[in-house]
């Protein structure tokens, strides 16, 4: 994975929990927001810590980072524009 799938796949979990955020606003709007802005910088911090990596040369890094992006999109792993689905 490259910085530009690395920044895809952080830009298909931010919208993906944007969605989700919006589904559940209805039910408690204020938690549905904090939920969505707790996950959103956690996913921001993982793709950010990636870049950082990847920029270094970090291999061992990059693969961490890599790894928990990944499983931070694995929700969403049969939805029709997740970035890994063709490149996997």
Not at 5 to 27: C, K, N, P, S, W
Request: proline share 1%.
């Amino acid at each position: 994975m490259n910085e530009h799938t690395g920044t895809q796949l952080y830009m298909f979990v931010a919208d993906r929990l944007h969605e989700r955020m919006i589904a559940q606003y209805a039910d408690d709007g204020q938690q549905a927001v904090r939920n969505y802005a707790d996950e959103r910088r956690a996913a921001m911090r993982l793709h950010e810590a990636f870049m950082d990596a990847t920029r270094a040369g970090d291999a061992a890094e990059t693969a961490k980072y890599r790894q928990l992006l990944t499983d931070c999109a694995a929700e969403w792993s049969e939805h029709e524009a997740h970035p890994l689905r063709t490149a996997v």
